[in-house]
DNA sequence: CCAGATATGTAGTGTTCACTACAGATGTGG
DNA sequence: CCACATCTGTAGTGAACACTACATATCTGG
C-alpha cells in the first residue's frame, strides 16, 4: 500500500485547538478561518482530516468526552451517593472555571440552539450529555441497592437532578460566575442527594 | 408634528414571532429571513423599527421577560421559601415543556456563546437572568428574616441554586425531556431548599 | 389639496461564510 | 529513479448573510 505524503501536524493537538475554539465560540460562532488558525493548518489539511466542520466538531467532541469520562469514572467511584454528587459538583466547579479552559462546558458552550442545517448539532451535544447521565444514573441504583439511597429514592430523577446543576453551573460559570460562587450551589445541591440518603 | 404613513403591523404581534424564531434557532442560528417571514413583514420594516439584528433580539428580550416577571411575581408570593422555590421550578417545568413555545428557555437557547462581533448577546442573556436570580435572592434574604430559613441559610447561595436547577432544566428540556422528566429533577432540587429552612 | 414625514416592497449591496480546484511538495513500493 | 498516493498552500468558488437605496404608498398638519 502507497502512504504518500505524511501529516505535518498532530490532529490531537490539533483537535485540542479546535476544540476551545468551539467552546468559545460555540458550533455556529467558529469559523473556519478561526479554527484553522488556532489548529495551525490551513483549510484543505482540515477537510481531508476531518471531513467537515460538523465533522471536526464531533471529533473535538470525542476528544472531549474521552478525557471526561476518565475523571467521570473517578466521581463514580467515591463510595456513597452523595459522596459521587458532592465530588462530581465540586469538581464541575473548579473545572468549569479553569482559566486553563474557556469557562463552562463544551457540550453546553457548543450550541443548545442553532441555525438549519445544524440541526443536528444540539442533539449531538445533548447525546454526550445523556452518555454522563447515564452513569450517574447506574451508579445510583447501584447506590440504592447497597442501601445507600432510601427505598424511596429515584436513582433515574437524582441522575437527572445533578445532570441539569451541572449543566446549570456551566451556564453560569460562562457567564461570569466564579469558582466559590459556583461551590455555594454545589454545596447546596448536594443537600437534595443527602436528603435521599440513607442516615450516617 | 407630522406623522407620516402608519405602520401597517403591529409590533408586540411581530415580536412574539421573532421572540419564537430566537428561542428555537438561537441568535445566530436565526436568519433575517427567517425572521421577516415569522413576523410577517419585510427588511426595511424591521430595520427602522428595531434598528438591527441586535436590537430585535433586545425587543425581544424585554417582552420576553416581562411576561416573565409577572410570573415571578406570583412565584415569590409564595408563603415559604420552599414553596417558592417549588412554584418556581414545578412552574418552570410546565412552561419549557409547553408546546405553545419552543422548548425550554429563550434566556439560555437565545445564546450562550456566539461568534466574534456577537459577543454582546451572551452577556445581555446573563444580565437578564441575573435579575431573576435577585429576585429570587430578595425573597430568600426576607425568608430568612423571617425566621423560615435557617440561620446557617445563605439566601444568595440558595437563590443562585435555584437559578442553577432552572437553566439545567431549560436545556434539557431543550433537547427533549418532557413535562415529567423535569418536575422529577424539580422535587429533588426542593428538597435542598427544604434542607435549609426550619422545620414544620 | 398640498407639503412634509414616515412606512412599504422590490431589488439589490458588499461581506463573510463553508468549502474546494489545482499545482507543487513529500512520502512509499517496485 | 520512476509511478503513484497523499498532504500542503494559494487562491479562489458559489451561496448565504445582514443590511440598505430607492421609488412608491399612505398618513398628518395646514
Known amino acids: ?32 478561518a478561526q479554527l484553522t488558525e488556532a489548529m495551525g493548518i490551513n483549510p484543505p489539511s482540515l477537510y481531508a ?3 467537515n466542520k460538523e465533522g471536526l466538531l464531533k471529533a473535538a467532541l470525542d476528544r472531549y468526552t474521552k478525557l471526561r469520562n476518565i475523571w467521570m469514572d473517578e466521581v463514580v467511584a467515591a463510595p456513597t451517593a452523595r459522596a459521587v454528587a458532592e465530588r462530581m459538583l465540586m469538581g464541575i466547579a473548579d ?3 479553569d482559566p486553563a479552559n474557556p469557562p463552562g462546558c463544551l457540550l453546553v ?28 444514573r447506574d451508579r445510583f441504583v447501584r447506590a440504592k441497592a447497597e442501601g445507600d439511597l432510601k427505598e424511596s429514592a429515584d436513582p433515574a430523577a437524582l441522575a437527572r437532578y445533578v445532570s441539569a446543576v451541572s449543566v446549570g453551573m456551566g451556564v453560569m460559570a460562562s457567564s461570569g460566575a466564579d469558582r466559590e460562587a459556583l461551590r455555594q450551589v454545589a454545596d447546596v445541591a448536594v443537600q437534595a442527594v443527602e436528603a435521599q440518603s440513607t442516615k450516617r
Open 95 to 97: 473545572k468549569q472555571t
Open 109 to 136: 458552550q457548543g450550541g443548545v440552539a442553532c441555525g438549519t442545517g445544524s440541526e443536528n448539532v444540539p442533539f449531538e451535544l445533548a447525546a454526550r450529555r445523556a452518555q454522563n447521565e447515564e452513569q450517574l
Open 1 to 32: 500500500m502507497r502512504m504518500g505524503r505524511p501529516r505535518e501536524f498532530d490532529a490531537e493537538t490539533a483537535l485540542d485547538q479546535a476544540m476551545e475554539v468551539f467552546w468559545r465560540h460555540g458550533y455556529e460562532g467558529a469559523t473556519i
Open 49 to 51: 482530516c476531518f471531513g
